[in-house]
Structure formats: structure tokens, C-alpha cells
């Protein structure tokens, strides 16, 4: 009964999913007091990045939850004079890192990697936002973290999301008093409904206002993190904070039918496999194919990337990121393996050309600083999983991210979203942990017609393939494109993980092929600016699976 009242719940959502258009700018965020707040600045005559920035510091106060600047973050950026930007926020390990930093008596210990000091990497979200605005925004960094230290200090009600998740993570964060001094009351976590002020946050960001990044990098902030590491069994240091570079990287391009797609480079592992699924995905003629076949195919596209990603894939700074794995005679190679029948048995990687020697740059340092109005951006951040590490740093207000866990801690041992991984992803000193964030552009002639992106751990990558060929190949608004049922198969379990909406005719012939269904609640969250259908303005949609919303002018 009450599955047949969700089915026809999401049912009603996906007939009534229509996009919001406007032509003069669109944000998507998955919170409309952040996605207000992006577009205040667009309306006082800030560009895409300088909105961009508002939106991801507002998250930090109304959404902590999932992101914040004790965390990391891709920006992917498309300037109006068509150079394309990839900064790399994502955090680096301390300098006392070692690789077996988690195991204890032989074993790893996913509690050490996903909660408490030791989860914690160095954040790079906030020095990826100052100096995004500074090499490419219009506004000051101050001009756009104020009303989002307002917005702290004034306080928000939770909503029953943001309590649901606060819950269930109550016991966890419990056992830090800085934790319970935001985020508990009487030594209950906060309930639906509660008032939850942040003066703390709301200092911290006044401080960065005045003294920009340098507060947070080189001067209290890291001490205090220092202090509190050490006191509670930490590595990381002043120093390491001292020591934390954005990294300007290449942004990885492929084409697909045509369109161009811009994609993060590694350390993500999002823009490689997005573009190797694609690639691979090209040799079918998706439209043609029913539901049933397509899903199929695309299920066994996305368990030969994560085969791949479990062995190749790392930090390119320390390990030899191979760039066949996007390379078109690979993935047809690959594309040969797959029946439209039958699932194939995948025991392992597959060996991209030239794998030696073709690899992914350390990071490069050239870029060019012009300003220009209709910049596209694409931005994912994270502190990872809810509440990171669910410590907050005390008298900051800073939840710190526990990013540690997407480094491989032993060989074969799964992270929190169930990935394994090789020697390319081990912990090593100022290493940065691989990631699945997505952030993609697509261009049609040169000029960009989509910003997408997601979150959901290795769902991400997924999510954004499914939803480039519902953009793409079926000619689907944004919003019907994320109302879409949802799949991920990620090589290791075997195992295909669906939306429990999927139609029950779609899961019988994908049992049929070979397919062992896991059925899951919603899976990831993602957000879509496109151009809109006239070509001229925007359509944008927020996922129909959360809160959030797009809006435009
Ligand atoms: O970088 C990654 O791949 C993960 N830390 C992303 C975490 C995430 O998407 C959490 N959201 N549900």
C-alpha cells in the first residue's frame, strides 16, 4: 500500500515536472534560500562565478549537513570568452599521513577514516571560492560571505529533512561537545521546527570577510584546528593549512554525439569515467533501444568504468593516471564486451592504451583573468558523507569533512559508499583522495548548453551519464531528465541498484539479462541549468528527490 502511494507520489512528480526558464540567468541549488541567495547576485550585477560563490556559502549555513568550507570542492567554469576553468578544492592528506593510518592490529578501521579527527583532510572549498572570485567574479569575497554570516546569526528552522539527518547522526556527533554545542539542545539533537543559530559561523565568516582566506589558512582558524587535533588524537597541523594549494587543472574534454562535454580531471574520477560511459554508450543507438535494453546497456557501461576505477584511478600528483581510459578505441573495445542480451561476468580493469606513459598531468599553474558576463559554472562540493567527520571545530562553528574515507585505507576494503580500491588511491602524504563529483558542461558549437552535476557518492557518476543521454539522446527537458528513475552499477558488488519507481515491467527484463537488483530509497541529488528549448535563455531544475529549486530572472 504504501509503495503504491510512493509509486504514484513520484509518478505525479515526473508528469508534472516542468523546468523554470528564464533569460537573463538561472540557479539550481538544492536549497531555495541558497539558490535566492545566487540569484540576488546576479540581479546587483554579479557574473555566474560570483553567485556560484554565494550559493555554496549560503549551503554552508542553511545545509552543513552536506557541505561547508571545513570541506572540498570542484568548480568547473566556461568564461564568456570560451576558456574553460577547472579548480581542484578537494582536500589534501596531512603531512603525517602514512598509508596504513587506519588499521589497527592488522585491520582497517572505517570508524578512524569516517568520524573524529582522523577522517579530516585539509579542506580547499573556501580557498577554491576566494580565489575563483578573485581571478573571475566581479564582486569581493567579503561582499558575498556577509549576508551569509547574517543568515548564520539570525538562524534557520529545521526542516524535517535537516532533522531527520541530524538524528540520525546524533550519536556520532554526540561525542563531541563542540558538535553539541551547535547542533544539540538540553542533550537532544535539534528537532523539526528548532531555531538553529550559528554565531559561531557567523564569526568565522565576519573574520574571512575582513581578513579573507589567509584568517582560515595562516592564521586562527588553522591554529585552532591544531589545538584541537592534538588534544583529541589528530595529525592535522597550522602547517598543513599553511601548505594548502587549489590546483588548477586541465578540465578533461570528450564528444558525444556531436556535443562537446567538459569534465573534471583527476583527481576526480567523475569526468573520466562520464566521458568513458559515453563513449562507450555512443555505440548504441540509444533512442531506438526500449527501456528495458537501454538500462541494460548502461548498466553494463557503468560496471566496466568502476572496474577500471577501482584499479587506475588517483591522485594524478602521485600516481599515473592513464588518459586511454577516455580514449574512443578503448571504449569500443569495451563496447564489444557488452550483449544486449545478457550481463557480461567483468572480472576486472580492463588496459587502456599507452597506459605507462599516456597519463594525466601533475597540475598546472598558467591562467588568464579577463571579466565577462554569461560565464556557465558547474560546481560540486562536499564535507562527504552527513555532517563529515561530525566534529566541529570548537568556538567556529566549522564542521570538519571526513574526505579520508574515499582514500583506498587497505586493499579491497570498502569506503562508506562501498568502493574498493588499489595502490592508485592510498593515503600518502598530502595526497588528495579520489572523488566521484561530477561537475560537467556541455557545449553544442562551442557554446555551453548545460551545467550539471551531483551528489551521491559514486552515484554522482551515474547520475550524470543518465541524465546526459535523458538531456541529450531523448531530448528531455532538465526536469524531466532528474525525474527519471534512477540506476548505478559500480563494478564491486555485482550488484545493479535501482529506484525502487523503477517500473516493475523494467526490473523483470533486467532480471531477465542477468541483473541482480538491489532496490534502494532515492538515490543521489542532482541539479541541471540548461540552455533553454529557444536557444536564447535558461531552463533550470532542482532534483524532484529533495528540497531545493531553480530560479531565474
Ligand atoms: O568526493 C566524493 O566522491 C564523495 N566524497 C562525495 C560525497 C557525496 O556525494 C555525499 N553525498 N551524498
Redesign the pocket.
Known amino acids: 500500500m504504501i509503495a503504491a502511494i510512493l509509486v504514484l507520489l513520484f509518478t505525479s512528480l515526473t508528469v508534472g515536472a516542468a523546468s523554470t526558464e528564464a533569460t537573463r540567468g538561472m540557479v539550481a541549488t538544492v536549497h531555495p534560500v541558497a539558490t535566492e541567495a545566487g540569484l540576488r547576485v546576479l540581479k546587483e550585477g554579479g557574473n555566474a562565478i560570483d553567485a556560484t560563490v554565494a550559493v555554496a556559502l549560503t549551503l554552508g549555513v542553511v545545509d552543513g549537513v552536506?557541505s561547508g568550507i571545513g570541506g572540498?570542492c570542484f568548480m568547473l567554469i566556461h568564461r564568456a570568452d570560451g576558456s574553460l576553468v577547472a579548480i581542484d578544492g578537494?582536500e589534501m592528506a596531512p603531512a603525517a599521513a602514512t598509508a596504513d593510518m587506519f588499521v589497527r592490529n592488522s585491520k582497517a578501521d572505517s570508524r578512524l577514516s569516517q568520524t573524529g579527527p582522523l577522517a579530516s583532510g585539509t579542506p580547499g572549498a573556501l580557498a577554491v571560492y576566494e580565489f575563483a572570485v578573485e581571478h573571475y567574479g566581479k564582486r569581493k569575497l567579503s561582499e558575498l560571505i556577509l549576508p551569509a554570516a547574517e543568515l548564520a546569526d539570525k538562524g534557520i528552522v529545521l526542516d524535517a529533512s535537516y532533522a531527520r539527518n541530524l538524528k540520525g547522526m546524533a550519536a556520532e556527533m554526540g561525542q563531541f561537545s563542540s558538535s553539541r554545542a551547535v547542533f544539540f539542545k538540553k542533550g537532544r539533537p535539534l528537532a523539526r521546527g528548532d531555531a538553529l543559530k550559528q554565531p559561531d559561523l557567523a564569526a568565522t565568516y565576519r573574520s574571512i570577510a575582513g581578513q579573507g582566506s589567509d584568517w582560515f589558512y595562516r592564521g586562527p582558524f588553522a591554529q585552532a584546528v591544531e589545538q584541537w587535533m592534538k588534544r583529541n588524537g589528530g595529525i592535522l597541523t597550522a602547517e598543513d593549512f599553511r601548505n594548502y594549494k587549489v590546483s588548477l587543472r586541465e578540465p578533461v574534454l570528450s564528444s558525444y554525439r556531436g556535443y562537446t562535454i567538459v569534465g573534471f580531471p583527476p583527481p576526480?574520477?567523475?569526468g573520466v569515467h562520464v566521458a568513458q560511459m559515453l563513449n562507450i554508450l555512443e555505440h548504441f543507438n540509444l533512442p531506438s533501444l526500449g527501456e528495458v535494453e537501454r538500462l541494460h546497456v548502461m548498466a553494463e557501461a557503468m560496471k566496466l568504468a568502476f572496474a577500471d576505477r577501482a584499479y587506475w584511478m588517483g591522485d594524478p600528483d602521485f600516481v599515473k593516471v592513464p588518459r586511454g581510459l577516455m580514449d574512443r578505441y578503448y571504449a569500443g573495445m569495451l563496447a564489444g564486451r557488452i550483449s544486449r542480451e545478457h550481463v557480461t561476468q567483468v572480472a576486472g580493469h580492463g588496459t587502456p592504451p599507452d597506459w605507462e606513459t599516456d597519463v594525466f598531468k601533475k597540475h598546472t599553474t598558467h591562467f588568464s583573468v579577463a571579466d565577462a558576463d554569461g560565464n556557465w559554472v558547474a560546481c560540486?562540493a562536499?564535507i562527504?558523507?552527513?555532517f563529515g567527520s561530525k566534529a566541529v571545530i570548537p568556538g567556529t562553528g566549522v564542521v570538519m569533512n571526513n574526505?579520508m574515507?574515499?582514500f583506498s585505507i587497505q586493499p579491497g576494503v570498502r569506503n562508506y559508499?562501498g568502493l574498493i580500491g588499489d595502490h592508485a588511491n592510498a593515503v600518502a602524504p598530502g595526497k588528495r583522495?579520489?572523488?566521484?563529483?561530477s561537475p560537467t558542461l556541455v557545449l553544442k558549437n562551442g557554446q555551453p548548453i548545460i551545467a550539471i552535476g551531483?551528489?551521491?557518492?559514486?552515484?554522482?557518476i551515474s547520475q550524470v551519464v543518465l541524465e546526459l543521454v535523458c538531456l541529450l539522446d531523448l531530448g528531455m527537458s532538465p526536469a524531466e531528465a532528474l525525474a527519471q528513475p534512477r540506476i548505478h552499477h559500480q563494478w564491486s558488488p555485482n550488484q545493479l541498484m535501482i529506484e525502487k519507481t523503477l517500473p516493475g515491467r523494467v526490473q523483470v527484463g533486467l532480471v531477465r539479462r542477468g541483473h541482480k537488483l538491489k532496490k534502494l530509497p532515492p538515490m543521489?541529488?542532482s541539479q541541471v541549468v540548461a540552455r533553454s528549448p529557444d536557444g536564447k535563455g535558461f531552463a533550470g531544475a532542482a532534483d524532484p528527490r529533495a528540497g531545493g529549486n531553480a530560479a531565474g530572472w
Not at 583522495?433 to 563529483?437: A, G, H, K, R, V
Request: charged share 15%.
Open positions: 552536506n572540498g578537494r576526480s574520477s567523475g560540486t562536499t562527504n558523507t552527513s574526505q574515507d574515499d559508499f583522495p579520489l572523488s566521484s563529483m551531483a551528489a551521491g557518492g559514486p552515484k554522482i543521489g541529488v
